[in-house]
């Protein structure tokens, strides 16, 4: 079982930058695939980007795909998403996700995934 801790969420300024930080425990296994899922008040988890352990393959949803980066650092079991260009529709509780598998077509249900994070908020506001 891995156990998935979140940090690095807080207020930022439209235009802003932030770096979200997902430490994994437990069995971490190069087939697993990481990623991040948000969501917002009144609305359904949504996709954001991941990352498949092995191959540092990432996919991201179009709405940040120039402005977000995920990222590993295997040794310290860490996931990264540096978030640049806020916009006050990034706003959201943001969740780790993991599993012990990848995939090239259910990558972005939230259903997939087996493990997720407490979740971190990051408001984007002036």
């Known amino acids: 079982q891995v156990q998935l801790v979140e940090s690095g969420g807080g207020l930022v300024q439209p235009g802003g930058s932030l770096r979200l930080s997902c430490v994994a425990s437990?069995?971490?296994?190069?087939?697993?695939?990481m990623g991040w899922f948000r969501q917002a008040p009144g609305t359904e988890r949504e996709f954001v980007a991941n990352?498949?352990?092995?191959?540092?393959?990432?996919r991201y949803t179009d709405s940040v795909e120039d402005r977000f980066t995920v990222s590993l650092d295997t040794p310290k079991n860490t996931m990264y998403l540096q978030m640049n260009n806020l916009k006050p529709e990034d706003t959201a509780v943001y969740y780790c996700?993991?599993?012990?598998?990848?995939?090239?077509?259910?990558?972005?249900?939230?259903?997939?995934?087996?493990?997720w994070g407490q979740g971190t908020q990051v408001t984007v506001s002036s």
């Open positions: 996700v993991a599993r012990n598998a990848w995939t090239n077509t259910r990558y972005a249900s939230p259903e997939w995934y087996f493990n």
């Open positions: 437990g069995d971490i296994f190069s087939r697993y695939t």
């Open positions: 990352i498949v352990w092995i191959s540092e393959t990432t």
